[in-house]
């Protein structure tokens, strides 16, 4: 199946740096992909849906100039938590879809554990 | 909105049982429902895909089913093992939009 690289699985960082994650399809072309975020013993919270050559569409919820997201190619998207405090602590998710218009599958990647100082 | 829940939350269960996760859906207008398993601290691993016009799906030791009439999908393990201790959780597609269950998380006893 196809495979999803998400870079770093984990990160400490002190409080007002920013962090940036890469989310990569290695083996296909991700025109959509998904960025979530997860709190211990949660299901996945979706932030928002990265498309590539444009702007990401963002949940309700979700500030779009603290969590910013670029997805320049269709094999890199990226997340980056700007000036991070400890409330952004969690695990980050992302995922592709499977490029098959049929399948629809969606892969993910293994996920950043974040921690902010 | 689509609302999917997942039932038990959490399930114990010795070595060498079959067991039943249940997933339960508002809206039957699906594309598909993956299932899916995550170990603690890593992203998730997809178990099975099925298909709107499917009725269920099999791998190894685990079969899914879906009846979207009655909104429900459930996933059933068979002579699990220690290994198969991991949270399992339920997405549906409805074409626009991926919504995640709840989740359950799975303890098989040695």
């Known amino acids: 199946g196809a495979v999803v690289s998400q870079h770093p699985s984990w990160v400490i960082c002190k409080s007002g740096t920013s962090v940036k994650i890469e989310c990569r399809s290695l083996?296909?072309?991700?025109?959509?992909m998904f960025w979530y975020r997860q709190f211990p013993k949660q299901s996945l919270m979706l932030m928002a849906t990265s498309n590539e050559g444009s702007k990401a569409t963002y949940e309700q919820g979700v500030e779009k100039d603290k969590f910013l997201i670029n997805h320049a190619s269709l094999t890199l998207s990226t997340l980056t938590v700007t000036s991070a405090h400890p409330e952004d602590s969690s695990f980050y998710i992302c995922?592709?879809?499977?490029?098959?218009?049929?399948?629809?599958?969606?892969?993910f990647g293994s996920g950043t554990q974040l921690s902010v100082l | 909105k689509q609302e999917v829940t997942q039932i038990p939350a959490a399930l114990s269960v010795p070595e060498g049982e079959n067991l039943v996760l249940n997933c339960s859906f508002t809206d039957s207008a699906i594309y598909n429902l993956q299932w899916f398993r995550q170990d603690p601290g890593k992203g998730l691993t997809s178990l099975l895909l099925i298909q709107s016009s499917q009725r269920e799906q099999t791998s190894g030791r685990l079969n899914a089913s879906l009846d979207k009439s009655s909104g429900r999908s459930t996933l059933y393990i068979a002579a699990s093992q220690p290994g198969d201790s991991a949270t399992y959780l339920c997405a549906l597609n409805t074409g626009n939009q991926f919504y995640f269950g709840t989740g359950t998380s799975l303890t098989v006893i040695p």
């Open positions: 995922s592709a879809r499977d490029p098959q218009p049929t399948n629809e599958k969606l892969f």
């Open positions: 083996d296909f072309q991700a025109t959509t």
